[in-house]
């Protein structure tokens, strides 16, 4: 069992930044996945960004140049980095954990999630 704990969601303006952190507990072996995914109102969950715990990433084409994914192994921590944020970037940002090295996918554990809302 893993729990993912997030944090830093909240309100900017377009063109903005926000970062984007969530640490894991429990059973977190090495050879591990976490990412970022994101549902906006009347949307499907979709990925953003993944990396692997050798620093493997992989990004969404909307987040990509934007947007940066890191992790702090030590820690169990993976951050995301929004930058340029667009209104369109609205959304409830879900960490998500795979104990499988790998890329997008919708499965694995899952936090809570947080609201990123990008207003003008």
């Known amino acids: 069992q893993v729990r993912l704990v997030e944090s830093g969601g909240g309100l900017v303006q377009p063109g903005g930044s926000l970062r984007l952190s969530c640490t894991a507990s429990?059973?977190?072996?090495?050879?591990?996945?976490m990412g970022w995914y994101r549902q906006a109102p009347g949307k499907e969950r979709e990925p953003v960004a993944v990396v692997t715990d050798s620093g493997t990433t992989t990004y969404a084409v909307p987040a990509k140049g934007r947007f940066t994914i890191s992790r702090d192994n030590p820690k169990n921590t993976v951050y995301l980095q929004m930058n340029s944020l667009k209104p369109e970037d609205t959304a409830v940002y879900y960490c998500?954990?795979?104990?499988?090295?790998?890329?997008?996918?919708?499965?694995?554990?899952w936090g809570q999630g947080v609201q990123v809302t990008v207003f003008s």
């Open positions: 429990g059973t977190v072996f090495s050879d591990n996945t």
């Open positions: 998500n954990f795979k104990s499988i090295p790998t890329g997008f996918g919708n499965f694995g554990w």
